[in-house]
């Protein structure tokens, strides 16, 4: 990949510092736990494997999405943070997604995992020190520092749980 091709400063990364409201990592991930720790898990009960429209993922898959993308993302800076020297390849969400088996778990199950995975992750970004969550990631077409990983990690949660709010609780009817 020539350098020039590389996006310094990647659109996404935009978004992802919108949906953190400019708060810091530590205490970006400290809030989404918060988050995690209020969903109503009797509503997604109700709602159960209904889906806004056809094709669209259940509660239970978004879940599965959140834990394995973090999972995903957290490889990725453990091999920034090690500096490996990989550069990690791209994955398939809908892939990922029709092979998992989310809608054989109980809400309860997806939404503990998601926790402990969060709560994990919030260990490993607390080890970093200020060198390593300011290590340059080149990756695709990207590149930024380190601790954008956990931002996005968090911002993906928070995008998610809007898609869930906006159009999965009004199906508890």
Known sequence: MKNQEIKKDPEFLAYVLALNEGIALDEAL????IQIDTLDLAQFNRIG????????WTIHQILQHLIDWERIWC?????????????????????MGENSNANELSIEQLVRELRTVRQSSVLMFQ????KILETNCVFFEYEMPLYT??????AHQIHHFKVVQERYLPLDT
Do not use: C, M
Request: hydrophobic share 35%; glycine share 10%; no cysteine.
């Open 75 to 95: 490889y990725r800076a453990i091999l920034f943070a090690r500096r490996e020297g990989t550069i990690p390849e791209g994955h398939d969400q809908e892939v």
């Open 127 to 130: 080890s970093f020190n200020k």
């Open 49 to 56: 494997l209904k889906t806004y429209a056809e094709g669209k």
């Open 30 to 33: 400290q809030k989404s736990l």
């Open 149 to 154: 990983i956990g931002l996005t990690i968090t």
